[in-house]
């Protein structure tokens, strides 16, 4: 009889695990006139590790899109083979979002997308589901027509070797004019659809490019149901971002960094720094100013090594090649992965470029901060660490 009740027992917990499996699939289905992809290349943004896609069987604009993912993510639709919809320059293109499908992906989702790109240069079409893509359709029937002009007159600009002054001219307030109308558009649908998902991604997004302030994004966080979003990665990554704006601010006392992210697995504490200057150093392999500038930072380190120490912190993936690259690169000093949560250490400082530098006294105290790679970096940490 035991027997028998824990075979049921089993059989009950198999059953509900396949249940909470299916409960987390998605499938949406696409008819699309006008196109001919030879592949589609799927981009997931928020919680990306949770979210995966079968591979997609095309038919002309007739494919499936399904898989699994536990919470709402972001998914970016690129179709390879359509150049048409890439702003192309010389050999390369500009990456403009109009150059994508984008939708949220939730577990069970199922729903139809259906539209025509005849004669398009750009994806004009918006999914909806009767729920989250509906508002996140009414920012991007607005965003990417606006979107694409702008990349239009930037391509003119970059390749028509015929324009004159004049006309030059006229393009380049053209851009800036689409610019502030983007800008409009964005928080126009902010203000008026704080409570979304749609909202919570464009939040981080314009924090990422440096569109909008951290403090400006308050009013719009508070209207955020904090009991539905609360636990979604954009809502965390914007309230980490905005926290992390007043907590990593000149004059503010250094946030805690301990980690074993480390390339030998040995836990770090930039406490064991304390006495010293410090660099902290975001850069990612990936990132070409910030390879350009490691002989510099090397160098300025080499100079003045009885009073500063640099602690790189990489946005990489994969520990291995990044553990490969510090080698190559003989980056001798201190350097560590961001993670997630309070070791999410972009959002932890509110970084917004790559790279970000940032002087801490040897108190902890953090002293200065600065985007990109230039020489002038260098000669005002010597100002500082002279007096």
Request: proline share 4%; net charge neutral.
């Amino acid at each position: 009889m035991r027997k028998f009740y824990a075979l049921i027992a089993a059989i009950c917990l198999t059953s509900l695990s396949l249940l909470a499996q299916n409960e987390n699939n998605f499938e949406i289905k696409f008819n699309i006139s006008g196109v001919n992809p030879k592949s589609v290349y799927v981009t997931f943004f928020g919680e990306k590790e949770v979210a995966t896609n079968e591979p997609i069987v095309l038919n002309k604009g007739e494919f499936v899109f399904k898989g699994k993912t536990s919470v709402p993510v972001v998914a970016r639709l690129s179709f390879g083979g359509e150049d048409r919809f890439l702003k192309k320059v010389g050999n390369g293109y500009i990456p403009y979002k109009c150059a994508s499908l984008w939708m949220i992906v939730y577990p069970g989702a199922s729903f139809t997308v259906e539209g025509s790109l005849e004669g398009k240069d750009f994806i004009d079409i918006y999914p909806l589901d009767g729920g989250e893509n509906n508002t996140f359709a009414e920012l991007n029937k607005k965003m990417m027509p606006l979107t694409n002009s702008l990349g239009n007159s930037v391509v003119e600009l970059r390749v028509n070797t015929t324009l004159d002054d004049n006309q030059k001219k006229e393009l380049e307030k053209k851009g800036e004019e689409y610019n502030k109308e983007l800008e409009n558009v964005k928080r126009d649908f902010l203000a008026g659809y704080s409570n979304s998902l749609a909202a919570l991604w464009l939040m981080e997004d314009m924090l990422i490019r440096s569109e909008i302030k951290p403090e400006e994004l308050i009013p719009f966080m508070q209207k955020a149901d904090i009991k539905k979003y609360g636990s979604n990665y954009f809502y965390r990554a914007v309230k980490d971002r905005i926290d992390g704006s007043f907590a990593s601010a000149v004059g503010k006392q250094c946030p805690q960094i301990i980690t074993d992210a480390t390339p030998d697995g040995s836990t770090f504490n930039i406490e064991s720094m304390r006495g010293k200057y410090v660099i902290i150093d975001f850069w990612g392999t990936w990132c070409g100013p910030c390879v350009a500038g490691i002989p510099n930072m090397k160098a300025f380190q080499k100079k003045h090594a009885d009073k500063l120490n640099i602690l790189g912190i990489s946005n990489d993936r994969s520990m291995d090649l990044w553990k490969a690259f510090l080698v190559k690169h003989d980056m001798t000093y201190q350097n560590i992965l961001i993670g997630k949560g309070d070791k999410d250490y972009v959002s932890k400082f509110n970084v917004q470029g790559f790279p970000t530098k940032i002087l801490i006294s040897p108190e902890g105290k953090i002293l200065f901060r600065d985007s990109g790679e230039n020489e002038e970096f260098y000669s005002k940490i010597e100002e500082l660490i002279s007096k």
